[in-house]
């Protein structure tokens, strides 16, 4: 199974970026699943803020990703938008894939070597890469149970 069977990446919003103000994540606000900094803007949102977040959301950063600017969205305050610089990952086609260990799966040592790998060789002016990436990424076929368990260990290992 690969991760667009149970996912959702860079979700299509169905309700437009509220105006009167925003909650706003970029990507320099994360580093390595702690979220450092809220922008609370009520005027000239960049253009990037377009990533309407929901609770159980994965962010992962598609530019310079060695420098692992990703997070998971646990909770969510209101009128919260994303950087339209990280590839948004929703849960919501499985019930058999865990959240949090698919956002410990997409943020382990060897599948942010393959990101590295592929931004490295991209021709944009930053490296960097797409959700295609992602999307086509095979999840280990393991049981829920076990998934929940490596869960578990994760979150102890990174508090």
Do not use: W
């Not at 991760?3 to 970029?26: G, L, Q, S």
């Not at 005027?43 to 997070?71: E, G, M, T």
């Not at 209101?78 to 019930?95: D, H, L």
Request: aromatic share 8%.
């Amino acid at each position: 199974m690969i991760v667009k069977d149970v996912a959702i990446c860079n979700p299509k919003n169905k309700c437009t970026i509220p105006n009167n103000y925003i909650n706003y994540i970029d990507i320099a606000s994360v580093t390595s699943g702690i979220l450092e900094n809220v922008q609370h803007l009520t005027k000239n949102y960049p253009s990037r803020a377009q990533r309407i977040v929901k609770q159980n959301d994965i962010l992962i950063s598609s530019v310079r990703p060695n420098l692992k600017h990703n997070y998971y969205v646990k909770y969510v305050l209101n009128n919260m938008v994303a950087s339209s610089g990280f590839i948004q990952i929703r849960n919501v086609k499985n019930t058999k894939i865990d959240t949090t260990f698919l956002y410990y799966f997409l943020t382990s040592p060897i599948n942010i070597r393959h990101y590295c790998g592929i931004a490295e060789s991209s021709q944009s002016a930053f490296p960097s890469f797409n959700k295609n990436v992602i999307e086509n990424l095979e999840i280990p076929n393991i049981s829920l149970a076990q998934q929940k368990h490596i869960s578990n260990i994760s979150e102890l290992l990174h508090s």
